[in-house]
């Protein structure tokens, strides 16, 4: 999920308790697949696991149309879609994308942004529906593979292990806070948060080492840890908050959209070198995974409690 | 697409414009694979061709929560989506459900419905997004299989073969009429329009059995017909319409939400015959394909233009 609203807001949302209420009501999924609960589903395919992930954005819930191009709302429309499936160690087959309250030059602006992002992750736009509305709704869903790989659940995370994240934290939220102090506002913190980069290639290199959990950071690092954390039954000890420059603590820890990945991997496993022969970034190593699942620290205090959710 | 709105509409909607600009902008699929302007896409597969499709209902457009419970939403909205599956001949795989906007109480409705459809149909809802919205609205995306068979797309209609319905039309919009009149009303017309069945196993016979092109009636017989013409570039004799009782012409032709398949097969196929051999109520023979794309008519005279579209 992505989110327009800046600013930490507490844990007491709707949401989390909604979906667990649902998970319970769709029932244990076939040995093998994974239902509701993490990034995105995973199938079971005789060519191996198949991913399968939606997200809606909804005018004034999830973008402003003052702060916000058709153009940038279709490219983050894809890329938060795309981003659960790279949490998830996958890439996209292909996206379907049902478009609500779009006028013909939102639609033409819509598609642009959607096509730059279908190009720039090999993601193909398939179909979709088109349909009037009150309020302008960008529903997108996709599918994806791990090339036969299992999937990096939520759940696999172990005392003892190693956190990192694949970049620093806060910038689409600062770029929120400037842009609302200045719409015409530019610049890279501005283009975090209207284009963010779904890390594809990150999600798979994870995989491949052997990452043992991995989650996307769309609701920001205080609640997608704990998210992660409580799927793993396990608790998180951070030394450190990687914070962009420009962005506050408070952003990087309670911002959300960076869509950057968290994941955990053994203090075996040579996390850099590995991102380094596939020529990407070396992540950001934030932390140890402890046994005490009520363990949530940072520098040896109390994890501030922080994240988006959805009121409902 | 489902609508709740009744009586026949002009053609002259921005709907079927926007369709095929977009398709020019997504591009050529490539071969084998159907991207925009079918039921759903065909994407292919080591193990065969998947189906994917999205169709989203949005309150106040396509449904009246006077006239319809939230369960009935979910039922139709799950519908409407496995609909698009069977007029390719599949089956489903899977579903993936965004909401927005849904209370508490509205979640259980809503997924009371989802639950039964997903049931009814075999189809598991794997997985979703919740969100806030300041209107209701559903946004469904299914996967499918034809298990190795070829899909049956809406082109492939030749001159001289018949024209098959799997029901009687128009059942749905006289339901949607009776609604308005009495908001208690019950019966077979009002089941129609709340809970409208996917014919799966109709559209899986048909496949099977040879038939040359297929979509479903979610908008109207008379534009859906057109669609499937156009389509296959050829012309359509309709020899009567067979409206259910208690509808009216009106309604048979552009009510729409009839989700009953449409599909052209050869004239030396046993099309009642198959279908009864599956177990199945035989179709209903409502014409001929002819050669020029310009004919379109009902028992010798112009097809009325009606059916359902977006204005966009």
Redesign the interface.
């Known amino acids: 999920?992505v989110r327009a609203v800046s600013g930490p807001t507490s844990f007491s949302g709707?949401?989390l308790a909604?979906?667990e209420?649902?998970a319970a009501?769709?029932g244990s999924?076939p040995r093998g697949?994974v239902?509701?609960g993490d990034d995105?589903?995973v199938?079971s395919?005789?060519?191996g696991p198949?991913l399968?992930?939606?997200?809606?954005l909804?005018e004034?819930?999830?973008f402003e149309r003052a702060l916000s191009s058709c153009a940038d709302v279709g490219w983050k429309a894809l890329a938060s879609n795309l981003s659960d499936l790279a949490a998830m160690g996958g890439r996209p087959?292909?996206a379907?994308?049902?478009l609500?309250?779009?006028?013909?030059p939102d639609?033409d602006s819509l598609?642009e942004g959607l096509?730059e992002a279908s190009r720039a992750y090999s993601c193909?736009?398939?179909?979709?529906?088109?349909?009037?509305?009150?309020?302008l709704?960008v529903?997108i869903?996709v599918?994806g593979t791990t090339d036969g790989r299992p999937p990096v659940l939520r759940s696999g995370a172990r005392p003892g292990e190693r956190l990192f994240v694949t970049g620093t934290l806060g910038a689409a939220a600062a770029g929120l806070r400037l842009l609302r102090v200045d719409p015409a506002a530019t610049g890279e913190l501005v283009g975090a948060h209207r284009r963010p980069r779904p890390r594809l290639g990150e999600g798979i290199a994870a995989a491949s080492l052997g990452a043992s959990a991995m989650i996307d950071l769309s609701d920001g690092l205080g609640l997608d840890l704990a998210r992660l954390a409580a799927a793993s039954s396990v608790g998180v000890a951070l030394e450190g908050l990687p914070a962009c420059a420009g962005a506050t603590e408070e952003e990087a820890l309670g911002g959300g959209e960076d869509y950057e990945l968290l994941f955990s991997a053994s203090p075996e496993i040579d996390v850099a070198g590995e991102f380094a022969r596939l020529g990407l970034r070396p992540p950001i190593e934030i932390g140890q995974v402890v046994a005490d699942p009520a363990t949530r620290t940072l520098d040896g205090e109390p994890l501030p409690r922080a994240g988006y959710l959805?009121?409902?």
Chains 1, 2 share one sequence.
Do not use: C, I, K, N
């Not at 193909?124 to 309020?135: A, E, F, Q, R």
């Open positions: 999920m709707g949401e909604a979906t209420h649902l009501l769709l999924p697949e239902w509701v995105a589903a199938l395919g005789r060519e198949l399968f992930a939606t997200d809606l909804v004034g819930v999830h087959l292909a379907v994308v049902a609500a309250g779009a006028s013909q639609l598609y096509l193909p736009l398939v179909g979709g529906d088109l349909s009037d509305s009150p309020v709704v529903s869903a599918l959805h009121r409902l």
